[in-house]
């Protein structure tokens, strides 16, 4: 954590369409990660509540640079980050001026309007508190990153080294403003973006396949369906259709043994061969369609 000036990085909104959509499970991922972090931080800022505040997520964005500031030039920030045990997956989370002024205020009993920005050095026990929320909400970051894809992180006092020497595209950024406040309180959350790709990715390969609603293939279970058994089919002339009479036989392409084409709603389901059945002819199922005939 620091509170040292910094610049503010380029950002730029995520492209699904160009080169971004190798990073489309991972900002899918930080998408639903930061909405479920946004309700998680009024348990660890319960003072949102006084002042009828709300954390709001903002679209995900890349970082144009290297850099992971997240504030004006000038600016005092303060930030705390996550890291893997092997340091290849991490997580930042910035307070701008204004959030830090929030907390302070908040934590301290405030319930007026925040008067402004912090725009000091902070001292020992301002630095203490904001410490001890702010833990809280990377514990809560921490917890989110892991119900979405898995990764473990906890949280460490310096920017991890791959967080520094990260490259454009490498960073996917958050901002999530503090609605209901005249000044513009922000919570920056940037992560790996590459170590939360293959994560997401290797995720979403071990869940099991989407189980619908039981309610709902119990309603279609009552759903009529035709069932037609086809005895043959044959081509003939118009003119020999026009000729047919009561009583006259049409020979089918069909042997007396041969397998029937049972259709379900159109579609080929089974095969049968007709049989006698309480004095009504009848089909027996040998098969379904594609499998082989299993003999008597």
Not at 39 to 68: I, Q
Not at 71 to 78: A, D, L, R, Y
Not at 109 to 123: A, M, Y
Not at 259 to 277: D, I, W
Request: charged letters at 20%; glycine letters at 8%.
């Amino acid at each position: 954590m620091n509170d040292r000036p910094s610049t503010r990085p380029a950002v730029r909104r995520v492209d699904l369409t160009g080169k971004d959509r190798q990073l489309r499970s991972a900002i899918q991922a930080v998408t639903r990660i930061v909405a479920a972090f946004a309700r998680a931080s009024r348990r660890s800022m319960p003072f949102l509540a006084r002042y009828r505040a709300t954390v709001v997520p903002g679209a995900v964005e890349s970082l144009g640079s290297a850099t992971e500031a997240a504030s004006t030039p000038g600016e005092i920030v303060f930030r705390m980050s996550l890291a893997s045990a092997d340091g290849s997956a991490w997580s930042t989370l910035t307070l701008n001026a204004e959030a830090i002024a929030l907390v302070l205020e908040g934590a301290l009993g405030g319930r007026g309007t925040i008067s402004g920005p912090v725009d000091s050095e902070l001292t020992v026990a301002q630095r203490a508190l904001l410490s001890r929320i702010v833990s809280s909400l990377v514990t809560d970051l921490a917890a989110c990153i892991f119900a979405e894809v898995g990764i473990t992180m906890v949280a460490t006092e310096e920017i991890p080294a791959a967080a520094q020497t990260a490259r454009a595209g490498e960073v996917l950024r958050v901002e999530c403003a503090v609605e209901g406040l005249s000044i513009p309180a922000l919570l920056i959350v940037a992560v790996s973006a590459q170590a939360l790709e293959t994560a997401a990715r290797e995720q979403q390969a071990d869940e099991p396949p989407v189980q619908g609603d039981p309610r709902m293939a119990e309603a279609l279970g009552g759903v009529p369906m035709a069932l037609v058994a086809e005895l043959g089919r044959v081509t003939m002339g118009l003119r020999s259709i026009m000729a047919l009479r009561v009583g006259d036989v049409v020979r089918l392409p069909t042997a007396t043994d041969d397998l029937l084409h049972v259709r379900v709603g159109g579609v080929e389901k089974f095969s049968a061969v007709p049989v006698v059945s309480r004095g009504q002819l009848a089909i027996e199922i040998r098969a379904r369609a594609g499998e082989p005939r299993h003999e008597d």
